[in-house]
């Protein structure tokens, strides 16, 4: 493996997650600088930038995490149920779904409609299933599922803090950086130099075994 290809990897995952979080809080919190814009102070507009440029890359890191214990989980449960490992990601991902809507209904009580949490589970599977659908598109319809279940899983998993925080606009503020993140990262691994070598050294392995086995016989 090639440490400077996967460490270059990770420095762009950080900086898109930093900006993904500074562009989102243009939307989500834009009376931190309005503040600042009338009457006009560029200091304390830096520091309003620096401080959700902060806060995305403090989230990107998270998603990095995130993304190295899929990595292992994913190998070592795949070693463990063998053949059955879909079905079980799949089971998983419908908890995951159903918890992303009764826990945080729960937790807000009548305060907020049910149907808001439904809509928010929807577009969780929405957006993973149109990456999933691209990641099996670009490599085979065996990554479909994987790339479902670390898009639902892990990044409900990761989103965990920002639900427990009181009021919304900071439980948005993290889920845009994890979403941006985990996107790239499931998609950019198989276009990794070290990735491809071992994949073509897959393909151009079996057809010489083929021919092995039939000099064999």
């Given at each position: ?7 270059n ?6 900086w898109?997650?930093?900006l993904?979080g500074?562009?989102?809080?243009f ?14 102070n560029a200091m ?13 890359l403090?989230?990107?890191?998270v998603s ?6 899929y990595?292992?989980?994913?190998r070592?449960?795949?070693n ?21 809507i ?15 949490f ?54 948005w ?41 039939t000099?064999k016989?």
């Open positions: 493996m090639n440490t400077r290809i996967l460490v990897f990770f420095w762009k995952t950080f898109l997650g930093g993904a500074l562009i989102a809080s939307f989500i919190r834009p009376a931190e600088y309005l503040t600042y814009l009338s009457p006009f304390e507009l830096f520091g309003v930038f620096l401080f959700f440029l902060a806060l995305g403090t989230f990107a890191a990095m995490t995130g993304f190295f214990a990595l292992f989980v994913n070592m449960l795949l463990l149920f063998k053949g059955f490992w879909p079905t079980v990601q799949v089971g998983v991902i419908i908890f995951i779904l159903f918890d992303l009764y826990f945080p209904y729960r937790a807000a009580g009548e305060n907020v409609a049910i149907y808001w439904i809509l928010i589970a929807a577009a969780m599977l929405v957006i993973a299933w149109i990456v999933a659908k691209v990641k099996a598109k670009e490599t085979n319809s065996t990554a479909f599922i994987p790339a479902l279940f670390f898009m639902i899983v892990f990044t409900t998993v990761e989103w965990v803090p920002g639900l427990m925080v009181d009021g919304t606009d900071y439980a503020l993290m889920v845009v950086p994890l979403l941006v993140c985990n996107t790239y990262q499931i998609l950019m691994l198989h276009r990794l130099p070290f990735v491809q070598k071992e994949s073509t050294k897959g393909q151009q392995s079996t057809p010489k075994s083929k021919k092995e086995q000099k016989a």
